[in-house]
Structures are given as structure tokens and as C-alpha cells.
């Protein structure tokens, strides 16, 4: 089976940069996405690696390392409106060419003045 | 921008009722997802359609729920009856595939469901 451990919440200052971490355990593994969700609505996708490495997209990168079942979300230069839920997923196989997604249990990022 | 779309939004039903909630995906994507998910907690899938075939339903409670994609476009998710339990919120989402890659998911606005 699967499963993703993140924190439960994390508390950054604006301006700063924060990371959220994410381990996996996983039978097969076909990348890492991350989401975001603010209170009240719906994720929305941030990033997705495959490969070791770091992807970057704005302020927000993410990082993985495939060997240590790990991955990363970093977001720099916070802003208020970052504060929200950050939620890492893998892929599971289904069989017949389909995945499906399973979510952590989110990190609750705090962004104070 | 194409959305997904669900309704109702909010939903307040009693224990023992019916309740149905629907989704219109992006036109064009053949993936289809329900998720329920538990203030919390992160989205768990009920139920994912490819085009109109049920691919994954093993965490649909399927004594109560019942899940449906007549024409490989809409869906409407079922409970019958609801319970205390249930209530959650539910997402529907789409996706152009469900293969590894950069094909993300856009998800709906959600269906907040309580259950009294």
C-alpha cells in the first residue's frame, strides 16, 4: 500500500521561506504531486516530480529525492495569501494504464505579519 | 477558463435520507474522481470513471453510496441512506488521463455535506 507523512502544521513569518517535507511509502512509485488548499476551497495543483531534482515555478519549488522516499515543497518570499493547506500525493497503480491519486493528510501553513 | 463544475454546494440532510450530488467535468477529459473529504484530513477517493467505466471503487461504502457516469461526461454521486458519518465534504475532479505525468486534476468547488 501507500502511505505520506507531513506535518500537521507549520508557522512562517511573510517575507521568509518555509518548507514542507513529505515522506512516502510506496509499492511502486510514479511521482509526487503537491496541492494547495485554502479554508473553504477546492486544492488546486502545484507541482509534480518524477525525477530527482528541483522543480521551480515562481516562488514555489519542489524537490525530490527517490532514494530516500522524500520530497519538498518550498515557497519563498511568503505572503499572506500563502497560508493555506499543503497536501503531497503519490500515484498508485490501478492496472490497465490508470493511477489514482493518494493524498497526505495536509500540512496547515500559518503566514503572521 | 473551463472549471468543474458540482452542485448543490451545501447540502443538510437528515440521517436515513437520500442525497445526490452532481458533477460536470472539463469538457474533454476523460478521468473523473470523487473524493470525500473530512475537515482535517486530506481527499480520499470514493469512486474514479474512466469515460463511463468504473476503474477504482474500493473505498465507496457501496452498501449506501452508488456512484454513476451514464455517458462518460456527468456524474452523480448517491447516498442512501446518509448517515452521521458522512458528513464531509465532497470534490469532484477531472483530468485529461489518469496515467503518471504532469496531468493534473482540477477539482469542483465542493458539495459540503451535514448530516443531522
Known amino acids: 500500500g501507500q502511505s505520506l507523512e507531513q506535518p500537521s502544521e507549520v508557522t512562517a513569518v511573510e517575507g521568509a521561506i518555509v518548507q514542507i517535507n513529505c515522506t512516502y511509502q510506496t509499492s511502486g512509485f510514479y511521482g509526487l504531486s503537491w496541492y494547495q488548499q485554502h479554508d473553504g476551497g477546492a486544492p488546486t495543483f502545484l507541482s509534480y516530480n518524477a525525477l530527482d531534482g528541483l522543480e521551480e515555478t515562481g516562488r514555489f519549488s519542489s524537490f525530490l529525492s527517490r532514494s530516500d522516499s522524500y520530497g519538498y515543497l518550498l515557497l519563498q518570499e511568503l505572503q499572506m495569501k500563502d497560508s493555506a493547506s499543503y497536501f503531497c500525493a503519490v500515484r498508485g497503480f490501478l492496472g490497465d494504464s490508470s493511477y489514482k491519486l493518494i493524498f497526505g493528510s495536509g500540512t496547515r501553513l500559518l503566514v503572521r505579519p | 477558463e473551463a472549471e468543474v463544475a458540482q452542485s448543490p454546494r451545501y447540502k443538510i440532510t437528515e440521517k436515513s435520507q437520500a442525497v445526490a450530488f452532481w458533477c460536470d467535468p472539463i469538457s474533454g477529459h476523460a478521468t473523473l474522481y470523487w473524493y470525500r473529504q473530512i475537515l482535517g484530513q486530506g481527499p480520499e477517493l470514493l469512486v474514479q470513471?474512466?469515460?463511463?467505466?468504473?476503474?477504482?471503487d474500493s473505498q465507496l461504502p457501496k452498501d449506501r453510496f452508488s456512484a454513476e457516469r451514464l455517458k462518460g461526461v456527468d456524474s452523480t454521486l448517491k447516498i442512501q441512506p446518509a448517515e452521521l458519518g458522512d458528513s464531509a465534504m465532497y470534490l469532484c475532479?477531472?483530468?485529461?488521463?489518469?496515467?503518471?505525468?504532469?496531468?493534473?486534476?482540477?477539482f469542483g468547488p465542493g458539495t459540503r455535506l451535514t448530516v443531522t
Open positions: 475532479a477531472s483530468s485529461l488521463l489518469a496515467l503518471p505525468g504532469p496531468y493534473e486534476q482540477y
Open positions: 470513471f474512466q469515460d463511463e467505466s468504473v476503474v477504482d
